[in-house]
């Protein structure tokens, strides 16, 4: 089992920057991945972006490619997103998921929420 923390969410101005970051612990030796989505109000769960634990591979999701940047580090079992030049689409809570194979997400975190005003 893995334990995962949110924390850096809250209310920023469109155009301005959140990092989110997400703590593991646990059972990390066996990550395939670690990945952030998002989930709006009154919509689905969304993939927003992810990572590779062992080559740092990241994939993004369309709308957020080239405004949000994800990276982790292996020494803190922590992986980050980077937003900037947010959106008012981009509220939403977002969670953090790690898988041990592609495509399946079997941890995740509480959430955490982010704002963003026009």
């Known amino acids: 089992q893995v334990e995962l923390v949110e924390s850096g969410g809250g209310l920023v101005q469109a155009g301005g920057s959140l990092r989110l970051s997400c703590a593991a612990s646990g059972r990390t030796f066996s990550t395939f991945a670690m990945g952030w989505f998002r989930q709006a109000p009154g919509k689905e769960r969304a993939f927003v972006a992810s990572?590779?634990?062992?080559?740092?591979?990241?994939v993004y999701a369309v709308a957020v490619e080239g405004r949000f940047t994800i990276s982790r580090d292996n020494a803190k079992n922590t992986v980050y997103l980077q937003m900037d030049s947010l959106k008012p689409e981009d509220k939403a809570v977002y969670y953090c998921?790690?898988?041990?194979?592609?495509?399946?997400?079997?941890?995740w975190g509480q959430g955490t929420q982010v704002t963003v005003s026009s």
């Open positions: 998921a790690s898988s041990r194979e592609p495509g399946h997400w079997g941890s």
């Open positions: 990572v590779t634990w062992s080559d740092g591979v990241p």
